[in-house]
């Protein structure tokens, strides 16, 4: 079993280095915690101290991976600006045909992590001023 568990371990850290298998190798990783946790508690040769001092032990290492690896902030603080822009109606504005009562919105998404983001797509639907429906983010 022992040996299953580093190949299982080896396996998942391997894909966590690729970003569609992040997942998978997670899911790897845990696996191979719980099979040495039940290899661990069913070996003959220790007394039950030792089996909780080391199943205590992969515990500490299984909230240490979900806490550092898994299980990390991954924040994207946004500005919205709203001017009143003086374009004339009618006017193309990256595509957009200017009428009255539009206003510019520019929204700034900052990442504020070291780390990079990859493969985000934001759908971003503003409102009409007075209107009751409710601006919608969403985050793929």
Known sequence: MRTAVAAGFLLGLGGLFLM???ALAVAIIYVSFLVLLIDVWFESELTNKWRIG???VIVALIAAFSWR??????PLPMVAIITDAGYPPGTDINGIIWKPGFTELRLNILNTSDRNYQ?????IQPVEQG???CPRFVNI
């Open 20 to 22: 569609e298998w992040f």
């Open 119 to 123: 493969n985000i797509s934001l759908s």
């Open 54 to 56: 080391i199943a205590v």
């Open 131 to 133: 209107s009751s429906r």
């Open 69 to 74: 690896i898994v299980f990390v902030p991954a």
